[in-house]
């Protein structure tokens, strides 16, 4: 066995062995927690989901809502992440701007950071969750569900194409950063239905440079043309929905080098997971709805983690107009996902809620994306709207999986593609 071999089996022994030492639950598996008890249990709730089983707002659960929860379960990202996150370990360096922000140099591949300790720890952590394990490409449908105040549904169907350009750690795709030079990904969505709204394709590029404020553009069929939107995009809503521009990438905002964070600790946390490729997650009547999907037990099982807790809010130079004071972010150390969010308007009043309810998806050459697949939310309690998607249902491909048509570049990860959809 080589030195390097021994030098990945003892890194990848040490991140088992602080994540079972992370692992220890303090609400026993087999609990139920109801809209009678949670109380007992909110200090593991992120504030919206306290809401939401307070039942002061039309966001609400019935009175015979149950909670199972069940032991924590690991899934491990691929083992050419941890290679990759070996390798460059000592390779990426933080660099402090003059707004007051960070942006990086160095990074290469893998977890950036995973020493994240020291007086830079937020930004360490912020720019682990920026470069998480996402795969190198991923094609998938999703259905859509806008709910108001009245309980108003809108459902629409879309498909979503996802490609990274760079510091991709899969093998065998290292060629897509020749055809997209100086970006990091892109991030292309396409309503199917509604007829009305068919073809309205939204399609965010992020740059490699994490000082640079994406570029966002959108097609719209009844003009059959393409339209560049203005950086102040990242407060609109995104798609007709209540998501904003700057809750798409993961929930992380964009440009990373216009945040500042503030690191408040390790605290345990309630999140809920399917089982992989758990087909009763796409069932909407597992859920308690309406006026929420939220999940039955039959669904999966909420289990207690270990959060990394941050805050990140705009550098107060360019905080002017910007649509959020405060996002709260409860991150999973063990895979760099983001897991819930409490968004804070500019007054710091409570807003918004946004999770990941979902499950991890296996990818072919071994190893999973982390919360992909299943039910997500955006549920605004000041205005009274929702926003949810079930994603992957009949339709979910990663990696080698994605037929050929939706790797081309071309086509899904540039502007001019866009100038392609109805021909």
């Not at 709730?45 to 002061?56: D, E, F, N, S």
């Not at 020291?118 to 930004?123: L, N, Q, T």
């Not at 039959?298 to 405060?326: E, H, T």
Request: glycine share 8%; with cysteine; aromatic share 16%.
């Amino acid at each position: 066995m080589g030195v390097a071999q021994k030098s990945l089996i003892g890194f990848v022994f040490l991140f088992l062995m602080a994540a079972g030492a992370w692992a220890g639950s303090d609400i026993p598996a087999g609990t139920r927690i109801t809209p009678q008890n949670w109380q007992q249990y909110k200090d593991f709730m992120p504030q919206g989901l306290q809401t939401v089983l307070a039942g002061t707002t039309v966001w609400k659960v019935p009175p015979d809502a149950v909670m199972e929860v069940g032991p924590l379960v690991d899934y491990q990202l691929p083992r050419s992440w941890y290679e990759a996150t070996e390798k460059y370990k000592n390779q990426t360096k933080l660099v402090k701007l003059d707004t007051g922000g960070y942006t990086v140099e160095g990074y290469q591949a893998g977890t950036p950071f995973p020493d994240y300790s020291g007086p830079e720890e937020a930004y360490k952590i912020l720019y682990n969750l920026y470069y998480h394990y996402g795969g190198a490409i991923a094609h998938y449908e999703s259905d859509g569900y806008e709910i108001d105040r009245y309980l108003n549904g809108y459902k629409n169907l879309s498909y979503q194409v996802f490609l990274l350009f760079t510091h991709i750690s899969d093998p065998g795709f290292a060629g897509y950063s020749r055809e997209m030079p100086g970006y990091l990904s892109s991030y292309y969505d396409e309503l199917e239905e509604p007829e009305q709204s068919k073809y309205t394709s939204p399609l965010e590029l992020i740059f490699d440079d994490p000082q640079k404020v994406p570029e966002f553009y959108v097609f719209l069929p009844s003009l059959r043309r393409a339209l560049r939107l203005s950086s102040s995009a990242r407060c609109a809503p995104y798609a007709g929905g209540d998501y904003v521009g700057d809750d798409i990438y993961a929930g992380i905002p964009l440009p990373v080098g216009w945040f500042q964070a503030k690191f408040l600790g390790r605290r345990k946390m309630l999140m809920f997971r399917p089982t992989p490729s758990n087909r009763d997650q796409f069932n909407i009547g597992n859920y308690y709805y309406p006026p929420m999907l939220f999940p039955k037990p039959i669904v999966g099982k909420w289990q207690v983690f270990d959060a990394l807790v941050l805050d990140v809010s705009r550098v107060p130079s360019l905080n002017s107009g910007y649509c959020y004071g405060l996002r709260r972010m409860y991150a999973d150390p063990r895979t760099w996902n983001v897991m819930w969010i409490d968004l804070f308007d500019q007054n710091n009043k409570f807003w918004k809620l946004m999770g990941w309810l979902e499950s991890p998806e296996p990818v072919p050459e071994g190893g999973y994306i982390p919360n992909i697949r299943g039910v997500n939310w955006m549920v605004d309690f000041q205005n009274g709207h929702s926003s949810f998607a079930l994603v992957g249902k009949d339709t979910f491909q990663v990696n080698q999986q994605v037929p050929k048509e939706f790797a081309d570049v071309s086509r899904y990860g540039s502007p001019a593609g866009l100038q392609k959809i109805m021909k």
